[in-house]
């Protein structure tokens, strides 16, 4: 057996190190269930050691929240290509691969933890919803939004935020339901406002003569055309 000698690490390799292993450990339990000497255990060094690249556990915590903000954002990204509703079910998908690898940390980035309440917090909380909007608008071709296609952008990104916070908390409806629930949501957030707005009108129609009747708009429609058909009524799609 051979045994090498330690290598060792520059400072911002060490700092990037610190923060995976915080991250790692947050993902299993809230940030402020995760002690600095479990921190220092799992990168293999000392106590001492981890307060010398950080302060304490509160510059930690933030260093290890702004890579999970970034990489949260990032889920956000989408090639604009194919229909919208398409578009929408994948960034829903890789929204709740995030949530579910990394559940305390995620509830902990948006409910707050140790660093609750701080002007850094808030800012990268606010900085990944703002995101989550501008690409979604991009997605819209829509540069300048009306008041009414803004709140609806926005409230659409609280509701998968939240419908994602109230998901960890047993996980009891299936997630693959839920992401498609989501895309549903949007486009019927986006019709219901439409009704108010032409300007909003002009968009949703533009983007709903663009969906495939076997898409998730086209799903949306038939699961309404069965709600309104009362009981027993069977699914279009099911129909000899």
Do not use: C
């Not at 919208?84 to 929204?95: H, K």
């Not at 909007?133 to 939240?162: D, F, G, K, M, N």
Request: avoid cysteine; proline fraction near 7%.
């Amino acid at each position: 057996m051979t045994t090498g000698v330690r290598r060792r690490m520059g400072v911002d390799e060490r700092k990037q190190q610190l923060i995976g292993v915080a991250l790692e450990l947050f993902s299993s339990r809230s940030p402020d269930e995760v002690s600095i000497d479990e921190i220092a255990a799992a990168a293999g060094i000392s106590r001492p050691l981890v307060y010398h690249y950080f302060p304490g556990k509160q510059s930690l915590y933030e260093a290890a929240l702004r890579r999970a903000a970034d990489e949260l954002a990032d889920r956000f990204l989408e090639p604009h290509e194919g229909p919208l509703g398409t578009r929408l079910l994948r960034v829903m998908g890789r929204f709740f691969d995030f949530v579910e690898d990394h559940g305390p940390g995620f509830s902990a980035l948006m409910r707050g933890g140790p660093a609750a309440g701080s002007s850094t917090t808030n800012a990268m909380i606010d900085g990944v919803r703002q995101a989550a909007y501008e690409q979604i608008l991009t997605h819209l071709q829509v540069r300048v939004p009306s008041a009414r296609l803004e709140l609806v952008v926005r409230t659409w990104v609280s509701l998968a935020e939240a419908t994602a916070l109230l998901w960890l908390d047993g996980k009891r409806v299936p997630r693959a339901e839920l992401e498609l629930q989501l895309v549903h949501d949007f486009a019927a957030l986006a019709a219901v406002s439409a009704a108010y707005d032409q300007e909003l009108a002009d968009v949703v129609l533009r983007v709903f003569e663009q969906e495939p009747p076997d898409g998730p708009f086209g799903e949306l429609l038939n699961r309404l055309a069965l709600l309104t058909a009362g009981p027993g009524a069977v699914p279009p799609q099911r129909q000899p």
